[in-house]
């Protein structure tokens, strides 16, 4: 018997489905929709417009855009709205509701008739959030990318949200530029609504996000505010009725060979450490573990091929501009699973033969002239982080990825603020800053604070770059050596929390090491000594996160809401 469609899907219980249908449409031709509409497939749209979220100004727009398409194609679209999260407006941080908003997309999903659904999301954790929720839902799905905002122009030097952002705070921070110079740049990094316009989270779930085949071919890189931008969000309401039609569900399209992609391109663009947090939590919905030493393994033969910031110069507009993800999955063709089912019903490999031969572009580097020569992330281990460790080694400093110095410990964000920038703070650029209690439980939901200011009396010296140590997380617009996600996180007593001022620790990229140089022996005392109490709450969402929450090599996400059983690693 075939499963109930449209409007007579997921019937509220009254005892009498037939009641509880006759019901249904009686309130909803309260609207003033008529039989022949309400007996159309029905497609779902998440609205995650907000006036706390710039990065999504433009989801009017794409919903109208959405809903044309939708009827275009015979479809009825349903709008419907969610939580949004913006990285800059969420308090503690935006990672802290990622599961939250995850819950929200999945039960509405899941509690509303609709036979497939469009996900508008662009800001950082907006898309991992839906996709998790939506992988866990398991109804025809498709992303629709907000969109990368414009660049601005400050002195007549080009720049763009946030890499900029933070370039200039640092020069601001090292009293290289005045007060009003940065109120000035203050105008122009952000030149209209959209997404960050570098390589940060936003753009690297993007480009994920096609990589995995949830988009539209095409859409992760037309900037927020253009007419393509708009195209793709027809387009994507148009397949949205197609892949209700042909129950194409997301279990289809999120594959291990899928997901393998996704990784390929995280290397080779550079992409955001946090992508690797995400990827692993959407696969953990879908019964797969992501291998971070397969990933490592596979970072050794994929290099950086795009050149954008952090990693690179160029901003999204130019990505796009030089063909966007088709230039780049072109080039990597040789190192994908091209079988990969898409949300168009086609495979990724079909896919990029549909987008011809190319054409000569400068963004977008040939694997024989890469921008690093290795994969954007590299994964470390050692007795520092027995669970793992990340590094974004092509925005690192090459002098300082081989390097032993002495820890210069803060025990948490508010003893950073406290004695960062004191001139009595004993610190030079050959030490190592450890940042502890940032991880999933620690701060509570593991802050993109990795990204360690260099000490002000350091930064008016002239360094620009000093090795960063903590279990929390940095905005893939961030830039330097700075070592994440070191699991198990110091709140939970991993070896994090027993390293104490003066000790030596080495890094080194090359040999994929973070280590304490410390015994096995004295680390036991030090534990035995200063035993950790994990963080409890009495109450609220706070208390389920705390109670909850993986560890980063896990994806930070609740346990409860990872597929009841491990069927798989990847790649396979």
Not at 9 to 16: A, R, W
Not at 249 to 271: H, S, W
Not at 543 to 563: E, I, M
Request: with cysteine; aromatic share 4%; glycine share 10%.
């Amino acid at each position: 018997m075939d499963k109930p469609t449209g409007l007579r899907k997921g019937l509220t219980s009254y005892g009498d489905q037939g009641f509880s249908l006759f019901l249904r449409k009686a309130f909803i031709k309260g609207a003033g929709y008529t039989d022949s509409a309400l007996d159309r497939p029905v497609v779902g749209i998440a609205n995650t417009g907000s006036a706390y979220n710039p990065c999504h100004g433009n989801a009017p727009q794409l919903i109208e855009a959405v809903k044309r398409g939708v009827m275009l194609a015979g479809g009825l679209p349903m709008e419907f709205p969610t939580i949004s999260i913006h990285e800059s407006f969420a308090a503690p941080t935006s990672m802290y509701l990622r599961n939250l908003m995850s819950m929200d997309t999945e039960e509405m999903v899941r509690a509303q008739p609709m036979d497939a659904v469009v996900l508008i999301g662009g800001c950082d954790k907006t898309v991992p959030a839906q996709l998790m929720g939506a992988a866990s839902a398991g109804i025809p799905t498709i992303q629709l990318i907000t969109g990368s905002m414009l660049t601005g122009s400050h002195r007549s030097e080009r720049v763009g949200a946030c890499t900029d952002c933070r370039r200039y705070w640092g020069k601001f921070r090292a009293s290289e530029i005045d007060e009003d110079e940065v109120a000035d740049v203050n105008n122009q990094l952000v030149a209209s609504v959209g997404t960050c316009s570098v390589m940060g989270t936003a753009s690297t779930m993007a480009c994920i996000a096609e990589a995995l085949g949830m988009t539209m071919p095409g859409g992760a890189s037309p900037p927020a505010v253009t007419a393509d931008r708009i195209r793709i969000a027809e387009q994507t309401g148009t397949q949205a009725v197609q892949m209700a039609r042909d129950r194409l569900t997301i279990d289809k399209v999120l594959t291990p060979a899928a997901f393998e992609n996704a990784m390929r391109v995280l290397l080779a663009i550079g992409g955001s450490t946090n992508g690797i947090v995400h990827l692993t939590a959407i696969a953990g919905r879908m019964g797969l573990e992501i291998d971070l030493a397969a990933l490592d393994r596979m970072g050794r033969d994929t290099p950086v091929l795009l050149d954008l910031k952090p990693s690179g110069q160029h901003y999204m507009e130019d990505f796009h501009h030089a063909g966007g993800m088709a230039t780049l999955l072109r080039e990597l063709k040789p190192l994908l699973r091209l079988d990969a089912m898409t949300v168009t019903g086609r495979t990724l490999g079909e896919e990029i033969e549909r987008h011809g031969a190319g054409f000569k572009q400068d963004v977008v580097r040939p694997i024989a002239n890469p921008i690093y020569p290795q994969g954007g992330i590299a994964v470390l281990r050692g007795n520092l982080a027995p669970g793992g460790a990340i590094i974004k080694q092509s925005a690192a400093d090459p002098q300082l990825m081989e390097h032993e110095g002495r820890a210069v410990v803060f025990e948490n964000t508010e003893d950073l603020l406290t004695r960062i920038d004191s001139d009595d703070l004993d610190v030079t650029a050959q030490d190592v800053l450890v940042l502890k209690n940032i991880g999933p439980k620690g701060a509570p939901g593991m802050p993109e604070a990795g990204y360690i200011p260099i000490p002000r009396k350091l930064a008016r010296a002239g360094v620009k770059d000093i090795v960063r140590i903590s279990d929390g997380r940095m905005s893939g617009t961030a830039f330097g050596t700075i070592v994440l996600h070191v699991t198990p996180e110091s709140a939970v007593g991993g070896p994090l929390a027993y390293v104490r001022n003066g000790d030596r620790i080495r890094l080194s990229v090359r040999d994929r090491e973070i280590a304490l140089l410390v015994t096995d022996e004295e680390l036991a005392r030090r534990a035995k000594e200063s035993p950790v109490t994990a963080p409890t709450a009495e109450r609220g969402y706070l208390k389920l996160f705390l109670q909850s929450v993986t560890q980063a090599d896990q994806g930070v996400d609740f346990d409860f809401l990872r597929a009841a059983g491990m069927n798989g690693k990847v790649p396979e």
